[in-house]
């Protein structure tokens, strides 16, 4: 099945940007709706970006405007840029797969099938 690994995460000061990415192996991202989640400490996780098999994409209005989310199928990648970030946006975050190609539902945690184990987002004011 699918292999998901996150990388990026980093302590970063409110304003500044880090890019996320995510290594899909054994599978081609193609056949995929791919997203990212986030979980605050003490918090429920949350969808922050998906994108589905055809492109489509769908970010969470926490996020929108200062994070987008992209893919490259040539290297099997998901990425999410996330710029202006605020102390808020402290978090794992999590990469995720689900082979539905539906665009409905696209950050509800429950329809994917398969997960990545975290990288850590901190970020101080």
């Known amino acids: 099945e699918v292999q998901l690994v996150e990388s990026g995460g980093g302590s970063v000061q409110a304003g500044e940007s880090l890019r996320l990415a995510c290594a899909v192996s054994r599978d081609p991202i193609s056949t995929y709706t791919m997203a990212w989640f986030r979980q605050p400490p003490g918090k429920e996780r949350e969808g922050v970006a998906a994108?589905?098999?055809?492109?489509?994409?769908r970010v969470a209005d926490s996020v929108k405007g200062r994070f987008n989310i992209s893919k490259d199928d040539a290297k099997n990648a998901l990425y999410l840029q996330m710029n202006t970030l605020e102390p808020d946006d402290t978090a794992m975050y999590y990469c995720a797969a689900r082979t539905s190609s539906t665009r409905i539902r696209l950050l509800v945690e429950d329809t994917y099938n398969f997960w990545g184990q975290g990288t850590q987002v901190t970020v101080s004011s």
């Open positions: 994108i589905s098999i055809g492109g489509f994409t």
